[in-house]
Every structure is written in structure tokens, then in C-alpha cells.
């Protein structure tokens, strides 16, 4: 339990990335350097996870249907999908992993595995939390 003094590690995060934000509101020319370095940052970032979760797995899933609905949502530049799948062969996904999603939609594409979660029933579901590889175009950072 949190006294007075102490601070949980979420309001820190946030306190820290506030600073850094905060640090380059004034200065125009800083700004516009530092925002193409963030997000050169982030792509070598996924990319290094990428091949990582492809050094641990054989094939990358390919998801070609869901069960139930899709929830796509955008934070700054990144896209963020929520779906549930059925398949006993996601049983070793983990966080950093690549897969496809190839669900005839504006949403196929690859993504990298964010969070899941495994109901261990006869339909063998999968709760899905992805987030496009690629960043969106235009945006700010969170």
C-alpha cells in the first residue's frame, strides 16, 4: 500500500514521460529532431522484437478467422487490435512474437504479439492483443 510519499511505478512512468515531453515544447528546432529519432527508435525497436519472436518459433501464425468481434483502436501512430481466436497451435505464443493477419480486411497485415491470454476449455480460445508493425503515418507520439 502506497504512503504519502512513496509513488507507484505507472504514476513514475508517466511523471517520466511527461518530462521528456514537456523538455521539448520550447525549443522548435529541438523538436523536429528529436520526433524522427523517436520514431526510428521505435521501428529498430519492433524490428529486434520481430526477430526475436522469429528466432523462437518454427512458423509465424497466420490468423485467417476470429471468433467474435474485432476491436481495432489507434494511440498516436500505432494500431492496436483486440480479437479471439481458436487454435491449439497458439499454445507457445509469447509477447514479441510476428504474425499475420490475414482476415480479408483493411486490418490484414503484420503484427507483433502485445499480450494474449489462453482459456484452456475444449474450444482452446485465444484473446489476442496485437499492435501493427508498422507505425501510421502523420501522427504525434504518445
Known amino acids: 500500500m502506497a504512503s504519502g510519499s512513496d509513488i507507484l511505478i505507472a504514476d513514475a512512468f508517466r511523471q517520466a514521460v511527461s518530462a521528456c ?10 523538436s523536429t529532431l528529436v520526433k524522427p529519432l523517436r520514431r ?11 526477430l526475436l519472436g522469429l528466432a523462437e518459433v518454427r512458423d509465424p501464425a497466420v490468423i485467417t478467422e476470429t471468433v467474435g468481434p474485432v476491436v481495432d483502436h489507434v494511440e498516436g501512430v500505432h494500431r492496436r487490435i ?11 505464443l509469447r509477447p514479441t512474437h510476428p504474425l499475420m493477419l490475414e482476415l480479408g480486411s483493411p486490418l490484414d497485415g503484420l503484427y507483433r504479439v ?10 482452446e480460445e485465444v484473446d489476442l492483443h496485437l499492435e501493427a508493425f508498422d507505425l501510421l503515418g502523420g501522427g504525434e507520439f504518445d
Open 114 to 123: 502485445e499480450g494474449y491470454t489462453m482459456a484452456l476449455s475444449a474450444y
Open 40 to 50: 526510428y527508435n521505435q521501428l529498430v525497436i519492433k524490428l529486434i522484437c520481430v
Open 21 to 30: 515531453e514537456e523538455a521539448y515544447q520550447g525549443d522548435d528546432e529541438l
Open 82 to 92: 483486440h480479437l479471439t481466436v481458436r487454435g491449439a497451435d497458439l499454445f507457445d
